[in-house]
């Protein structure tokens, strides 16, 4: 049995826009530690979905539990995002003057207020946590180098690693490999697989050789809610995703 309890628990969430259901009734369950892939056709809501889980839409209706206890629907923004939950958007967004490793110290010290942080001296610990997520991301060799010069794919793992040093319990990923060569595709597979266990991660992606190589589950969203779930095999040869999602 490999349940550990959710980390997340989505029940019954409605949101209207001007009357158009963006998320109708959805309900998704995550278990802690899982890695989940949610794919949809455009409009599915997956991006409502995100908006809510981080506070920053409010749903009409519905429950969502972060690890058992906490209620993300009466927490604000920034509660939710001090919580544990990290999302990364699409496009990264690095200080690209700094260098690798200053951009990793940054984020380890942002609650601290991002001003005063690079005033601090490192404790060994905390120089040993920036060398294993340098070495997580792939980018131990860059890490004097300023962020600027690296490639699309290495500053997406750096605002991933960024993310990390945060210690969430949860990772909200949006395309991940959009704009990467396959090389880097599989380097951020191997990544996100890497993190699950120790933390929780969806993935938001189009792109289904990705969501092939790294989902054990997969959720289909579709007008609003969620339509299908289960293995990628599963989830190919269901003929309603057939029918909305891919087209046939
Ligand atoms: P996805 O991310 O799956 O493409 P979205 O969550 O972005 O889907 O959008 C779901 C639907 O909700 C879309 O039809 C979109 O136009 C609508 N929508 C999303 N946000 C807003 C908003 N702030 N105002 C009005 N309509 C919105």
């Not at 259901?21 to 009734?25: E, F, G, M, S, Y």
């Not at 890490?143 to 690296?150: C, E, F, Q, R, S």
């Given at each position: 049995d490999t349940r550990h309890g959710p980390i997340l628990y989505v029940e019954g969430v409605t949101k209207s826009f001007d009357g158009f259901?963006?998320?109708?009734?959805l309900t998704l369950y995550i278990d802690d530690g899982e890695l989940r892939c949610l794919i949809g056709p455009n409009g599915a809501g997956k991006t409502t979905l995100m908006d809510v889980l981080t506070g920053k839409t409010r749903p009409d209706t519905g429950q969502a539990w972060f690890g058992q206890r906490l209620n993300l629907l009466e927490l604000p923004e920034h509660v939710i995002a001090q919580s544990g939950i990290g999302r990364k958007f699409q496009k990264p967004t690095v200080f690209?003057?700094?260098t690798v490793f200053e951009n990793l110290e940054l984020a380890m010290h942002a609650s601290r207020g991002?001003?005063?942080?690079?005033?601090w001296r490192l404790d060994g610990e905390q120089q040993d946590r920036i060398d294993e997520v340098l070495a997580l991301i792939s980018l131990t060799e860059q890490?004097?180098?300023?962020?600027?010069?690296?490639s699309h794919g290495q500053k997406q793992w750096l605002e991933i690693g960024s993310l990390l040093m945060q210690n969430p319990r949860l990772l909200l990923v949006d395309e991940p490999v959009a704009g990467m060569t396959g090389q880097e595709s599989e380097k951020t597979a191997e990544l996100l697989t890497s993190l699950a266990g120790k933390h929780s991660v969806v993935v938001v992606e189009h792109d289904m050789d990705f969501v092939r190589s790294i989902a054990r589950t997969v959720s289909v969203l579709h007008q609003g809610s969620v339509l299908a779930e289960g293995s990628m095999d599963e989830i190919q040869s269901d003929a309603r995703v057939r029918e909305v999602y891919l087209g046939e």
């Open positions: 259901r963006a998320l109708d009734d690209e003057q700094l991002l001003w005063t942080s690079l005033r890490a004097h180098a300023p962020a600027g010069v690296l």
